[in-house]
């Protein structure tokens, strides 16, 4: 049995995965976030009949998706930045999901009269974490400015956390029909994010500690896929957040990885976690699109019309209320920044507080949130407006994603954010310090080693000083050649790399070298490649 249900599902996960792959390959070309192109195509999908219903378990969604895509998310995230933006990161992700909350609740029982208090609370708690992916591979593309990325990158990390609680506190609300006090809620609080913290980062020295024992870079990678998982159970054991309790150990990760990952490791697990990423993520938004069938057959007391409608309702209230606190909260966290952690940073203007507004977009975790809503109360009664909340998440993810992620290109253009060339100070400073540590090492080296051995530090203070002025920044070292040459320098070198890159695979359809030496002397002239790219 277990066999046959094995094969029957064999070519639904082959198919969504060649859907996938498709989609994503057209998303690039229209330059369109590949989410929003997935999710769209799984909804069409999902009103072809006889099509299989894949029905998205919030179990598999936490406990298999959930880790590694949160991980991977927080190995990406700049400590530095996040510490510095923690002011603003806070007060999205702890007072903008209070805020949504209640300000959902107050709308609904207005929209919906037939929504309690406590149900709208529910509805609010399900819909105010936000997903970052779509936003900020729009962010990235048009080249706003990274400490606004690094703001909504921070958010969607922590308000998972905080929002889960919220849900945490709502459903128990709607099961007890009491309402915590204040100071347990903030107990409560203090408990998630202190314990969840100290989780992640013991699991993740103590996967930096082992890491450090080893030198095989699959064994390696396989370590850091399974630490997340670890992580999260770990967290969800102990009664505290998983989702913290694996940020933070991605964060460590992500902050340490240089000191325990082998050279070997470092290159490979980009790789790695980049394609396991895009599958999770893929994945995950075409079935999140495919769950409307299911979601309205569960809905039997409303009209489509009316739910439709609803629907959209509840979608503009959640925007607009991203978008009233957006310029209060700022005010609030430029105080923070000035006052309590003593910086500098001017207020962001109106503009960048518009688009930080209009990236609010909802994914998975919302859903899976709904979802996971308990299908019937202690008494044997069914939990209340259960379907309903079901469908207004997916309503709100619908409009969020897709109005929100396709007009927020024309946004940053017309505001006029979106930069010509997104340029990186910071890694052209840091070009140039690995530049000046090595003519530094070297000038001294050749003052003080033997006089003969002259002519091989003049040498490779000849190729540092090539490699200064291949950088695309102002200064300049003098070495005989003209701005000319050095264009011409690059030509060759493409060319050269071309040439090679043929005689290699000439050797191997000659049967002359195997395709193990291929793809390691492949592999030597692709990292040559990104890094004359990078600095060319």
Known sequence: MYGQNIQHSEPIILLLLVCIVALATLAKRFETPYPIVLMVAGLFLSLIPRVPHIELNPNVVFLLFLPPLLFAAAYQTSWRDFRYNLSSISLL??????????????ATHWILPEFTWSEGLVLGAVVCTTDAIAATSIGRRLGLPSRLTGIIEGESLVNDASGLLALQITVAIVITGHTPPL???????????GTSVLI????????????????????????????????????ESLHSSGVLATVACGMYFGHQSSLFFSTRARLQSAAVWDTLS????????????????????QISDLSLGRLLITGLLIS????????????PGARAAHWLRVHIQHQTEAMPGPRQLFIAGWTGMRGVVALAAAISLPKFLADGSPFPQRNVIIFLTFCVIFVTLVVQGLSLPFFIRKLGLASAE???????????????AALAYLEAGRDTDSAELAPVYDELIRIQKHHLNLLPGPRHAETGYTAGEYERYQELTRSIRALQRAALLNLRNQNKINDDVLRRLEQELDLFEIRYGESS
Do not use: C
């Not at 100071?183 to 994010?193: G, K, P, W």
């Not at 503009?316 to 310029?327: P, T």
């Not at 997104?422 to 000046?436: F, H, Q, S």
């Open 183 to 193: 100071h347990e809620r903030m107990t409560l609080l203090a408990y998630l994010i």
């Open 200 to 235: 992640g980062l013991a699991l993740a020295k103590l996967a930096a500690m082992l890491l450090t024992k080893i030198d095989d870079a699959p064994v390696e990678i396989t370590v850091s896929i399974i630490t997340p998982y670890f992580a999260y159970l770990a967290a």
């Open 422 to 436: 997104v340029e990186n100070p910071e890694e052209e400073r840091a070009r140039y310090a690995m530049i000046d």
């Open 316 to 327: 503009a209230v959640v925007v607009v209320l991203r978008l009233i606190w957006i310029y």
């Open 278 to 297: 895009f599958v999770l993520n893929g994945v995950v938004f075409i079935l999140i699109g495919l769950q409307l069938p299911y979601i309205l057959s």
């Open 93 to 106: 992700a702890l007072g903008l999901v209070s805020f949504t909350v209640y300000g959902v609740a107050i």
